[in-house]
């Protein structure tokens, strides 16, 4: 019986409701952007999956032109993955890029996983259309991304000083050579102690916090200090992805040692400090900063690159991205000011940029 | 007599000391105290640094204590004399204002950035064609019920191919709020029909609740659509907050006048807030240098920390809880009803009983594993409809459907994932609450002549339902917090809303990683990161009170 009369109350609100509700509906209407020109679902940005996809000329996206203007209405999903060291670069530009006077509806994700990491796990496997790294690609890495029909371009952003660092109370060692580096980091050195190094120093336990293997600090760390052929890193460190996590160890132990790109430092010059270096054909010892790294006096100083991958560069707005990159790769305030690297000069940017230019018109065919 | 000689002392008989006893039961205090200390200071830490209490005005904090906590404790203390539960009626009232607008937030999130209103309203017709239809069907008694079902199933796939379609391609469509108002809106309204029917018995009383709520959420979407609070926002605020919070009033108004007064308590916080910030405006106290405000909920990520907002990872959130609802709700309780209402007590039902309690205790990396192996690696071209193993053979090409979904850091992935992982804890306490179901209840049931479909669809659900929304708002609870599966998956440290399910997945816990690990300067550790914790845990608390709400009026109703 209860059954029955709610039955029938719910027909009738059904009724009256529907009345009411189509008569508001007629009294505030708009008309539909969608409708006439057919289906005009966003174009799926994510181009990732299957890395043979050259084919995927959407190209919807209303600015076919040539245009460095006419950007807007960008729309779609760029993934980068790759280097630590270069990940504030590429967060500061991808803020610019996604900002409301640029293309709000591009949605960029940035993942830190270390230059190898990514080259490995995501941009070589077709997860990912950028990856950034601290270090040229390496030959197996690139015969991975050959076989899985992933075309790496190479474009130079930035250069880093990588950093070697100290704890503040640490008052016996400002200036640091190659050679000591190699004793204190390489495999086949048996130093455990400060004094191990340098009889001058303390007769106290190396606390040491670096890189992972992943990472193209590491690589680039274990090619020049140690050698290519040499004997390889110690492994009985510290190492960690996350270079917060080294500049905390540094910090909280007065005999401690770390090392990385010189963006984490200029955010801490507080916290740790930095060590001159001395070594490869360096004339003494040579503070780490903007002005060293450019000029190449300081012997870490290494470039920093993003490789796209050409498939997803005939996506318009991964091209854009692109571009973009190249072109705020001059740009004094963001590099240098406000993530701290040394931007590139205007004819590396426009080398750059002729290489993207040619790879993104092979892309769009 | 002579066997009881001082010698023979009998065991538990001997000397007592109350010193062990003592000894045991403050032991057991510190023990406990010790517990809710550490938690409530390291949340009091967080808050303190999220939003800067001391950084305000000793005249802005004067202010407030005497607009706002004074008259609030007043009012309760009175309200606690009078008895009569008018003090519950106010705490209730208040709970209800401070969380519902934080699920209208949620809902607004939804409509503002992630769905369209349109494809959701079309979508939202398309799923009430077949249901009327179902509903049409059920009333004729001519068919039979394969009949009936296949029926149901035509009119459904039809009604999802062709009229969502339909509608998004119609010339011309209401405006963007008035769609949201029909498409959550008017179920809200019949919800609240009915269930004002059923608490005054009376037909016409709903009939009026229901076009009062409607009526209400049109003239809310259509004032806020001519103010600055927007249309779209105005409209799910009224229906998520205000149409709950009417409904409450009128039930105390009419149903307990002894218990009116308790709705002063609202009031009372509300007009002391009010002129508390006018008094403070006018005076020129300042307030607080929060870092937790407007512009941190609603803004991008940023490079910088005095522009860093967690807005994308509060959408993100929101989207996985979406879908993890959608994907673990139905299995969850379907498998739970199984499991009580049909399965025997054999072996193999306590074997998988088991199997199901050690799910819910596996680490949740374990599943983020089973995610990247499963969901992100094998299925990345898609679910195999037409597997390659049977399509090779016949020389056909395998079909395989749904390849964007897949793959690595989707927020699909990461929502399927959070599912895996709360599903044997929506089984377990979906079980707890149908076991708790008297069994009388059934049996009076099945002697009514009801089968068991009829007695599990009118008598179990309907009563075990609040304890099943309990254990799965707790549950989602639970996945709202978990970062190391969506680690796992490969999601990405910055990301922005996610558009679609292929999108790469993002989340408030991830987000606070992200800043914890990958931020350079010292503001984000001592600023954006509590403000960011703090956010998290008011969304969290807000779920597991509505939870903890339930489970209480449930407990008494019984």
Known sequence: MADNSSKRLSRRKFIAASGTAGALALAGCTSNPNAGGGDDERSDGDSTDGGDGGGSTEGGNSSTGDGNSEYQNLSGEINVAGSSTVYPLAQALQEQFTSEEMHPDVNITLQSTGSGGGFQNYFCVGDTDFNNASRPIKEEEQALCQDNGVNPVELKVATDALTVVVNNENDFVDEITFEQLYQIWSADSDASTWSDVNSEWPDEKLQLFGPTEASGTYDYFLETVIGEEGPGMRTDYQATENDR????????????????????????????????????????????????????????????????????????????????????????????????????????????????????????? | MAADSPSTVRDGFGTVSRTAGVVFRYALLAATLLG????????????????????????????????????????????????????????????LLAVMPLFAGGVAV???????????????????????????????????FVAKLVAAAVVTVASLLFVPNFIQNVPVIPVEWLLVALTIGAPTAAIAGAYAAASWNDRRVGRIAALAALGGVLVGGLVGSLTGVG?????????????????????????????????????????????????????????????LDWAFVTSDNSFSAESAGIYPALAGSIMLMLIVSLASFPIGIGAAVYLEEYAGNSRLTRLIEVNIANLAGVPSVVYGLLGLGLLARMLEDGLPVFPAVVADPLGLEPIRVGGDLFGIGTVFVGGLTLSLLILPIVIISSQEAIRSVPPSQRQASYGMGATRWQTVKNVVLPKAFPGILTGTILALGRAIGETAPLLVIGAPNEFGIPQELSSRVGAMPLQIYAWATTSGTEEFYTKVIPAGVVVLLVAMLAMNSV???LRNRYRQRN
């Open chain 2, 36 to 95: 809710i200390l550490a938690v409530g200071i390291l949340f009091v830490y967080v808050a303190n640094d999220a939003i800067q209490p001391f950084t305000a005005d000793p005249g802005w904090h004067l202010t407030f204590f005497l607009t706002l906590v004074v008259p609030t404790l007043a009012v309760g203390y009175s309200l606690s004399g009078r008895g009569e539960g008018s003090l519950r009626v106010g705490l209730e009232s208040l709970g």
């Open chain 1, 245 to 365: 996590t080294i500049v905390q160890g540094v910090q909280g132990s007065q005999y401690a040692m770390g090392f990385f790109g010189f963006a984490y430092y200029s955010n801490n010059t507080d916290a740790v400090k930095a060590l001159s270096v001395e070594g490869g054909d360096s004339d003494g010892a040579v503070a780490p900063k903007l002005e060293t790294a450019k000029s190449g006096a300081y012997p870490l100083a290494r470039p920093l690159f993003t490789y796209p991958a050409r498939e997803s560069l005939a996506e318009e707005h991964v091209a854009a991205f692109a571009k973009f990159f190249v072109e705020q790769s001059t740009n004094e305030d963001i590099v240098a000011n406000q993530v701290g690297y040394v931007p590139n000069s205007q004819e590396e940017a426009d080398e750059m940029m002729s290489t993207l230019e040619s790879a993104i018109q092979e892309a769009q065919g």
């Open chain 2, 231 to 291: 249309g779209i926002a105005a409209t799910v605020l009224a229906t998520v907050a205000g149409v709950p919070v009417g409904l409450y009033v009128a039930t105390v108004v009419d149903q307990h006048p002894t218990r009116r007064e308790g709705l002063l308590l609202p009031l009372v916080v509300l007009g002391g807030m009010l002129l508390g910030a006018f008094l403070v405006r006018t005076v020129g106290f300042a307030g607080p240098a929060s870092w």
């Open chain 2, 110 to 144: 939804l409509f503002l950035s992630i769905l369209p209103a349109l494809v959701v309203f079309s979508f939202a017709v398309a799923l009430a064609i077949p249901l009327a239809a179902i509903v049409a069907l059920q009333r004729t008694r001519q068919v039979g």
């Open chain 2, 547 to 549: 939870a903890i709400v």
